[in-house]
Structures are given as C-alpha cells and as structure tokens.
T-cell receptor, first 114, second 111 residues
C-alpha cells in the first residue's frame, strides 16, 4: 500500500495570504488527523476527521479549518496567515480513530510565512 | 494538560539501556508512543490502553501505571537506529478522546 502523501511539500507565503494543504491517507483509512510541529511547541493537534466528520478540534483559532472528502482525502486551510504559522504541518491517517489506533504520518508540508 | 516527558534528552552508548517516562496529572484512557528521526515523519511504536491492552511492535517494551497516570518506554541494548526524538501522546478519560502530545525526549546513541 502507498503511504500517506502530502502536497505540496514546501510552501512560501506572505502574511495575510491563505493556504490550502492536502493529505491523501492510506487506502482504506477513514481517519485523518492534522498536526502543527514547531521547534518550540512540539506536536500540536489541529483536528481529526473521520468519515467526513470533524471528530475533534484542538486549540487553534478559527483561521485554521479543514475538511474531508468522501474518498477520505483531507484538506487543511489557513486564512490570513501570520508569521507564527510557519511550521511543519503533518497529517496522519488511521483505520479507526487516532485516539486508539496506530497513526501513519505523512512527510509533512513545510510552510514558511514571510 | 500536556503530558510531561522525562528526561528531556539522554545520551547513551550503543548497548546501554534507557527509560523514557510520560506522566499526566489527569486520568488517562491511553498512552501512545512514537519516534521521530530528524527530517522524517513520526513512526508508531506502541499504544497502551486502560485495562491492560497493548498494541505495538514486539521489540518495544512499555508499561502503563493507571493509578499513577504514568507510562514508561524501555529501550534495552540500544542500537544506533534508536536515535531520535520520542513522543508520548495521551488521551484523557474526561476528554473527547483528543490526543495531546508531550514535548518529546531526544535520544542520542553513540557508537
């Protein structure tokens, strides 16, 4: 099976712009979780989608949103980008929910906000 | 509510043992362990569930003390490939099953 894929791998944006990141889970996986990783804050949970429904949401402002399609692919959108949004954004897929199942991580999208 | 990992970093010689701890101030439903090498995605090591169920790789050993809300990851006879940052993630009993990650423990193995 192919692993989790994320596109694009690298992205440079300027403050105020918006960005959409994409995640394709492993075939058959219905859960997709998104994480923000920064050197200072570690791994921060953004949200989890399961069968097109948002199951959980972390403590991030409303500028961060996501959705999941019927084929389990997921997108994450960040509007009105701020310098502090610069980070590695990881998505992870699982057969069941990520709360009690092994998660498979993608390589991440490195977002730089200038 | 972020779990506390200790130590923050550890340096070992190949063949030595290490223990990485993860503790929470609240009742836990599950503890998850992942390892991330520099520039790579985290990979799954183990899940320990309340009640004793474990899911993970045979070569990984871990414990979950439900009374103390603590988990420990045991790395025995360490190999160079064990190097990386180890993260524990916890799911609280009174949460909506959201996974919250610790700050990580950096493990360096020297030959």
């Amino acid at each position: 099976k192919a692993g989790v894929t994320q596109t694009p791998r690298y992205l440079i944006k300027t403050r105020g712009q918006q960005v959409t990141l994409s995640c394709s889970p492993i075939s058959g996986h219905r859960s997709v979780s998104w994480y923000q990783q920064t050197p200072g804050q570690g791994l921060q949970f953004l949200f989890e989608y399961f069968s097109e429904t948002q199951r959980n949401k972390g403590n991030f402002p409303g500028r961060f949103s996501g959705r999941q399609f019927s084929n389990s692919r997921s997108e994450m959108n960040v509007s009105t980008l701020e310098l502090g949004d610069s980070a590695l954004y990881l998505c992870a897929s699982a057969e069941g929910t990520g709360s009690y199942n092994e998660q498979f991580f993608g390589p991440g999208t490195r977002l730089t906000v200038l | 509510q972020q779990p506390v990992q200790s130590p923050q970093a550890v340096i070992l010689r190949e063949g030595e043992d290490a223990v990485i701890n993860c503790s929470s101030s609240k009742a836990l439903y599950s503890v998850h362990w992942y390892r991330q090498k520099h520039g790579e995605a985290p990979i799954f090591l183990m899940i320990l569930l309340k009640g004793g169920e474990q899911k993970g790789h045979d070569k990984i050993s871990a414990s979950f003390n439900e009374k103390k809300q603590q988990s420990s990851l045991y790395l025995t006879a360490s190999q160079l490939s064990y190097s990386g940052t180890y993260f524990c993630g916890t799911v609280l009993m009174d949460s909506n099953y959201q996974l919250i990650w610790g700050a990580g423990t950096k493990l360096i193995i020297k030959p």
